[in-house]
């Protein structure tokens, strides 16, 4: 946790995963004094950021989805993903660990696909990494597989394995 200036201890308001350093994912943890009102922002690696976090904290990405499903749904969800991470000791509810927490294993990967992101440029590999996981818990999904990457790829860069004659 965070000491501020004025003495009191910092609160975490909030986490965002996947930002990017030379291929690195990192965590941007905001917390702000209760007592004089800084806030600040820490970039971490994910073990390093997890040791800012005051209590059970839903990341950014994570918060989105939950925000997103009925208002029947949400309280279920939340009291059962809430209860794995606890469960599992973790402070920070992300978005694989909600999929991880929905299907009850995280997300696999196929040997040829976790090689082929190795041919992923190093400043994009942890974002591509997150898409994938993203795109296979959206789908139900309990592997990355080559043709997921692919679709992805396609998704994104308008491109597909499939080469065409001019």
Not at 27 to 50: I, M, N, T
Not at 55 to 67: F, G, H, P, Q
Request: with cysteine; glycine share 8%.
């Amino acid at each position: 946790m965070l000491l501020c200036g004025c003495g009191r201890w910092m609160h975490t308001e909030g986490v965002e995963e996947g930002l990017q350093d030379a291929g690195v994912a990192t965590w941007l943890v905001r917390s702000k004094c209760c007592g004089c009102g800084l806030s600040v922002g820490v970039e971490a690696s994910p073990d390093q950021a997890v040791t800012l976090v005051d209590r059970l904290l839903w990341t950014d990405d994570a918060r989105s989805v939950l925000e997103r499903m009925p208002p029947y749904v949400e309280p279920l969800v939340r009291q059962e993903v809430e209860a794995y991470a606890r469960s599992a000791g973790s402070r920070v509810i992300t978005y694989a660990l909600l999929g991880e927490a929905r299907r009850g294993e995280p997300v696999a990967w196929d040997p040829e696909a976790e090689a082929r992101l190795t041919n992923v440029p190093a400043p994009v590999r942890a974002m591509a990494r997150l898409e994938l996981e993203r795109t296979a818990v959206e789908r139900g999904q309990p592997r990355v597989t080559v043709a997921l990457m692919e679709e992805v790829r396609a998704r994104y860069f308008g491109l597909s394995g499939v080469k065409r004659e001019a």
